[in-house]
């Protein structure tokens, strides 16, 4: 009897481990894959003219020191946009506002500087700055990227060419930072998707640092909210609007993270993702939310994934353990040895990259657990 029952939990967990599997392949491949397929047979959006009397709000919204926000706007001024037509706002955080003299003195008039809503923090900035500006087409940008000259005029025609009511740039990424590793193939990747997903509807997502959209469809954005280029989309999507993606549209971050950094800008990532469900849990409902297929193998897939691979890791061991003891599985096990040792010994450099490698994966995985316990607590604060 005992044998029976111990027999049917190690099938059940199999099959568990195998749902779990599938789940992860049915998103992290099949999804993209069948993206593809569907982007392919959709015409390509058709442009607007090229823009020459659509009047644009840049907006950065920040709490970074003076001088680097004066370095910003003079890059944005540079842009190959008629300039009668442009205006610049900085949002100046309301925790920073101590500092607005500086902030004058620094921009000498060259942006239009507001201070940001209380109680702080990035969503609150925005809110302040979209209420002073007067373009039809609202750009917002970050304060350490910088623009093409023809991002907005880009950004302008693409909006202009009808069906979309917001559109994102293309964040370029600094090549020391992602070539080559996990990280880029990562960001390869999402790219991919955005692009996929702007050709058959709607990105779920845009950059921070390049997006842009029609004024009259802003909507204002929750007091302490963490990822308005999460709730601007989906808004948008969820009221009947098209998303797309502008990959001709650039911006430029030529910062490079430690693992420290970049892991903590993630789970400020993941933590918004979970914030948006807790908040707005219609975004969690097919029927209410357009883009829920995109949604959930976009976005909360990433949240999933680590659960899901402990799922399938626990499952699956019990059938791993009975499997050492064969020779085949040692044979295979001294090989995948020798394999590393002769690799070590004959490219070490090699070795190392590929250990760095393996490590930034087990970071990956640890970044949902990070977020997963930070909406657990309800823990909102990490801009």
Not at 128 to 142: P, Q, Y
Not at 219 to 240: E, H, K, R
Request: with cysteine.
């Amino acid at each position: 009897m005992r044998s029976n029952t111990a027999r049917g939990q190690r099938f059940a967990l199999i099959i568990l481990s195998l749902v779990a599997l599938a789940i992860l392949m049915v998103g992290w491949i099949g999804y993209p894959l069948v993206g593809t397929l569907l982007a392919k047979r959709r015409p390509a959006p058709r442009l607007g003219r090229i823009p020459t009397d659509t009047t644009v709000s840049v907006i950065i919204a920040s709490r970074d020191a003076p001088d680097i926000i004066a370095h910003r706007v003079r890059d944005i001024l540079k842009t190959d946009y008629p300039r009668e037509l442009l205006e610049v706002i900085v949002a100046v955080d309301a925790t920073a506002l101590n500092a607005l003299n500086n902030y004058h003195v620094a921009l000498l008039g060259s942006a239009s500087i507001v201070p940001g809503d209380e109680p702080g923090g990035k969503a609150a900035a925005l809110n302040a700055g979209v209420r002073h500006a007067t373009g039809e087409v609202l750009v917002f940008a970050d304060s350490r990227q910088s623009f093409a000259p023809d991002a907005i005029p880009r950004l302008v025609e693409f909006l202009g060419g009808g069906g979309f009511g917001a559109a994102s740039g293309t964040l370029v990424l600094a090549p020391e930072r992602y070539d080559r590793t996990v990280l880029g193939l990562f960001w390869q990747y999402e790219l991919h998707l955005r692009r996929v997903e702007s050709a058959i509807h709607s990105i779920v997502g845009v950059s921070g640092a390049i997006y842009a959209l029609e004024r009259s469809l802003w909507t204002p954005v929750p007091a302490n909210l963490i990822c308005d280029d999460l709730f601007v989309p989906l808004t948008l999507a969820m009221d009947g609007h098209r998303v797309g993606h502008c990959e001709e549209a650039r911006a430029f971050d030529p910062r490079h993270f430690g693992r420290k950094e970049e892991f903590r800008r993630r789970v400020r990532t993941l933590t918004g993702v979970l914030q948006l469900c807790a908040w707005r849990p219609a975004i969690l409902s097919p029927w209410q939310n357009p883009v829920w297929i995109q949604f959930t193998c976009h976005k909360l897939l990433r949240i999933v994934t680590p659960y899901l691979v402990l799922i399938a890791v626990v499952g699956l061991l019990p059938w791993m353990l009975r499997c050492i003891p064969q020779p085949w599985f040692l044979w295979l096990a001294a090989t995948a040895l020798l394999a590393i040792i002769g690799l070590s010994l004959i490219r070490p450099a090699a070795t190392r990259w590929l250990a760095s490698q393996v490590v930034w994966v087990v970071w990956l995985h640890a970044v949902p657990i990070k977020a997963s316990l930070n909406a657990f607590r309800r823990d909102w604060n990490v801009w």
